[in-house]
């Protein structure tokens, strides 16, 4: 990664007005929360079609559970890194039409973003299966970590389910919906720790492209679309973003 590539990315985040961010697992490493698919992530430990599909939770919620106790006490321990404070700090800016993220770790709104579109659901919210109560916040989720799986309703005894999506659920409604729209206003995309391998999620800074913005990605390692970036960052999300993105 070269220092002219670093100064031109910093100059067309100056230049640009509505700016977006497409956010994968890669923002939240320097928060101690690993890729799930990288060496030493949960699905190295976990298969993810045992433990974390739509059909398997509703055969046996234990099981995710079980490996939700575990992510419960990565998720709980994780602060915003820099990476997340160089996006809040852009957004106080003016500049952000909005934060796509693949994340369940709420930290982009920890860190102080509001306009956080969460393809992939909030691991920090839970609903019941029963009577659609909703728990939001760490309570169920330090019940989880104290080993109370599954958990169940306080009102109804029905079971709780994250909002985190399974494999083979539905995206959360809206989102996806919403996350086009935030494409199609961009003049910039960031792609900022996605691999850029789950699909339709992985289309949309080609989408933004399409509508006219210019791509700027940051990824520690090659993506399956880095022809769509025009400046390509190589290198970790929290030391990079704060380079390019203009302190207050």
Same mark, same amino acid.
């Not at 920090?124 to 080993?147: F, Q, S, W």
């Given at each position: 990664?070269s220092? +002219?590539?670093i100064e031109?990315a910093? &100059? !067309?985040?100056?230049?640009?007005?509505? %700016?977006?961010?497409? /956010?994968?697992a890669?923002?939240?490493? *320097?928060?101690g929360?690993?890729d799930?698919?990288?060496?030493?992530?949960l699905w190295e430990?976990? +298969?993810p079609?045992?433990?974390?599909?739509?059909?398997?939770?509703?055969? $046996?919620?234990? &099981?995710?559970? /079980?490996m939700?106790?575990?992510?419960?006490e990565?998720? =709980?321990?994780a *602060?915003?890194?820099?990476?997340h404070?160089? #996006?809040?700090? =852009?957004?106080?800016?003016?500049k952000?039409?909005?934060?796509?993220?693949?994340?369940? $770790?709420?930290?982009?709104?920890?860190?102080g973003?509001?306009?956080?579109?969460e #393809?992939?659901?909030?691991? !920090?919210?839970a609903y @019941?299966m &029963?009577c659609?109560?909703?728990y939001?916040?760490e309570?169920?989720?330090?019940?989880?970590a104290n080993?109370d %799986?599954?958990?169940? @309703? +306080?009102? @109804?005894?029905?079971? !709780?389910k994250?909002?985190?999506?399974l494999?083979g659920?539905p995206?959360p409604e809206?989102?996806?919906?919403?996350?086009i729209?935030? @494409?199609?206003?961009?003049?910039?995309?960031l792609?900022?720790?996605?691999?850029?391998?789950?699909y339709p999620?992985?289309?949309l800074?080609? #989408?933004a492209?399409n509508?006219?913005? &210019?791509?700027?990605?940051?990824? =520690?390692?090659?993506?399956?679309? +880095?022809?769509?970036?025009d400046?390509?960052?190589?290198g970790r999300?929290a030391? %990079? #973003?704060?380079? %390019?993105?203009?302190k207050?």
């Amino acid at each position: 990664m070269s220092i +002219d590539a670093i100064e031109k990315a910093r &100059k !067309l985040i100056q230049k640009s007005q509505k %700016i977006s961010a497409f /956010t994968g697992a890669g923002i939240s490493v *320097d928060s101690g929360i690993p890729d799930f698919r990288s060496e030493g992530g949960l699905w190295e430990r976990y +298969d993810p079609y045992e433990y974390a599909t739509y059909d398997g939770f509703l055969s $046996d919620p234990s &099981k995710f559970w /079980t490996m939700g106790q575990e992510l419960a006490e990565v998720i =709980l321990k994780a *602060d915003p890194n820099p990476a997340h404070d160089a #996006l809040a700090t =852009l957004e106080k800016s003016g500049k952000i039409v909005g934060i796509i993220t693949q994340n369940i $770790d709420n930290l982009h709104q920890r860190a102080g973003n509001s306009h956080v579109i969460e #393809l992939h659901g909030n691991y !920090l919210k839970a609903y @019941c299966m &029963k009577c659609k109560k909703e728990y939001v916040g760490e309570t169920i989720h330090r019940r989880v970590a104290n080993g109370d %799986i599954p958990p169940y @309703c +306080d009102e @109804c005894d029905g079971v !709780l389910k994250s909002e985190a999506i399974l494999f083979g659920e539905p995206l959360p409604e809206n989102a996806m919906a919403n996350a086009i729209e935030v @494409c199609k206003k961009s003049d910039l995309m960031l792609v900022i720790g996605t691999s850029l391998q789950v699909y339709p999620a992985a289309y949309l800074p080609q #989408l933004a492209k399409n509508n006219g913005a &210019k791509v700027i990605l940051v990824n =520690l390692e090659g993506t399956n679309r +880095d022809g769509v970036a025009d400046i390509l960052l190589r290198g970790r999300a929290a030391k %990079i #973003l704060p380079e %390019i993105i203009p302190k207050e």
